[in-house]
Nanobody, 114 residues
Framework: QVQLVESGGGLVQPGGSLTLSCAAS????????MGWYRQAPGKERELVAS???????NYADSVKGRFTISRGNAKNTVTLQMNSLKPEDTAVYYC????????WGKGTLVTVSS
């Protein structure tokens, strides 16, 4: 089965930084788009950032200027660098990859709290 595995979540103080990474396994093709979504308790899952195979990026307004998404040299990997974290960034962050199918990771928890 195609799988996405996230890593890098944890506890960080407001203003701090974290880097989330996602790697795909069990595939033989390059995903068209990879990205990160997040979901906080009681809220809908929302797009955080995405990047196409051509390098075009898209960010939620709430994270512009603070988060940076990039695609790794290794195929079907994606990284989210998160700076100046705020308590409202607290959520489970999910890696997503799109091609002919839509694949989701199991999520990694980011908690921003003092």
């Amino acid at each position: 089965q195609v799988q996405l595995v996230e890593s890098g979540g944890g506890l960080v103080q407001p203003g701090g930084s974290l880097t989330l990474s996602c790697a795909a396994s069990g595939i033989i093709f390059r995903f068209n788009t990879m990205g990160w979504y997040r979901q906080a308790p009681g809220k809908e899952r929302e797009l955080v950032a995405s990047i196409t195979s051509g390098g075009t990026t898209n960010y939620a307004d709430s994270v512009k200027g603070r988060f940076t998404i990039s695609r790794g040299n290794a195929k079907n990997t994606v990284t989210l660098q998160m700076n100046s974290l705020k308590p409202e960034d607290t959520a489970v962050y999910y890696c997503n990859a799109k091609h002919a199918i839509d694949v989701w990771g199991k999520g990694t928890l980011v908690t921003v709290s003092s």
